[in-house]
């Protein structure tokens, strides 16, 4: 399986921005972010269908998100942009095979365990 490191996380304000990097032990079709908080299942926010590229994202942060990829470097980020106080939560990284649900949105047939994540925090 393969392993991920998040970083990038923090505290910031609403409005503000946020540069998360995902490194990973090798490359797959499918690499995206999810995020939880306390209470609420683990929800995807954005896979990209690297064999294709193309990317999706949930309806809450399209427009504000962006995920992409530095191949050189093995690494997957998500640039956050005009954060809001509902998108604290932590934040995880993950491979697999294809992206799906309703907004392929999901990274599926995950291939990568869990990671530590990293938490962004966003003040109102």
């Known amino acids: 399986q393969d392993q991920v490191v998040e970083s990038g996380g923090g505290s910031v304000q609403a409005g503000g921005s946020l540069s998360l990097s995902c490194t990973f032990s090798?490359?797959?079709?499918?690499m995206g972010w999810f995020r939880q908080v306390p209470g609420r299942e683990r929800e995807a926010v954005s896979c990209?269908?690297?064999?294709?590229?193309?990317?999706y994202y949930i309806d809450a942060v399209k427009g504000r998100f962006t995920i992409s990829r530095n191949r050189a470097n093995h690494t997957l980020y998500l640039q956050m942009n005009s954060l809001k106080p509902e998108d604290t939560a932590m934040y995880y990284c993950?491979?697999?095979?294809?992206?799906?649900?309703?907004?392929?949105?999901?990274?599926?047939?995950?291939?990568?365990?869990w990671g530590q994540g990293t938490q962004v925090t966003v003040a109102s």
């Open positions: 993950a491979t697999g095979g294809h992206c799906t649900g309703s907004s392929r949105a999901t990274v599926g047939s995950q291939s990568s365990s």
């Open positions: 990209g269908d690297w064999s294709i590229e193309r990317t």
């Open positions: 090798r490359w797959n079709f499918a």
